[in-house]
C-alpha cells in the first residue's frame, strides 16, 4: 500500500485544516484494509493516534481533539480525510497517515501542520 498525505499547512489558532490521505495498491490489498487513520508525531518524537476510522465507519478519537476533528473516508476513492476545526497550538506537529491491512501497518509520509498562537 501506497499513502499520500496533503493538506498540511500553517494557520493561526481557531482556523482548520482538511488533511487528506489516498491509498493505493492493489485491489486485493486495498479491499483488505482494516482501519486508516492520522498521526502526530509531535517535539516529543512519539507518534501517537489522533483518529482512526474502521471498517464499518467505526471512529475513534485521542481526547484532546474529540470533538474539534473528524474524520471521514472515501471508500470508492481509498481516500481518509482528517477536518481539523478550532485548532490549538499544541496540535502543531507532523501528521501522518496511517492504515492496517490484516496485521501490517503502512505508513505514508507527513505533512506538517503548523498553529500559530
Known amino acids: 500500500v501506497q499513502l499520500q498525505a496533503s493538506g498540511g499547512g500553517w494557520v493561526q489558532a481557531g482556523g482548520s485544516l482538511r488533511l487528506s490521505c489516498v491509498a493505493s495498491g492493489t485491489s486485493s490489498v486495498l479491499n483488505s484494509i482494516n482501519t486508516m487513520g492520522w498521526y502526530r508525531q509531535g517535539s516529543g518524537n512519539q507518534r501517537e493516534p489522533v483518529a482512526t476510522?474502521?471498517?464499518?465507519?467505526?471512529?475513534n478519537y485521542a481526547d484532546d481533539v474529540a470533538g474539534r476533528f473528524t474524520i471521514s473516508k472515501d471508500s470508492r476513492r481509498n481516500t481518509v480525510y482528517l477536518q481539523m476545526s478550532s485548532l490549538k497550538p499544541e496540535d502543531s506537529g507532523v501528521y501522518y497517515c496511517?492504515?492496517?491491512?490484516?496485521?501490517?501497518?503502512?505508513w505514508g509520509r507527513g505533512t506538517q501542520v503548523t498553529v500559530s498562537g
Open positions: 496511517g492504515v492496517r491491512v490484516i496485521r501490517t501497518d503502512y
Open positions: 476510522i474502521a471498517r464499518g465507519d467505526i471512529t
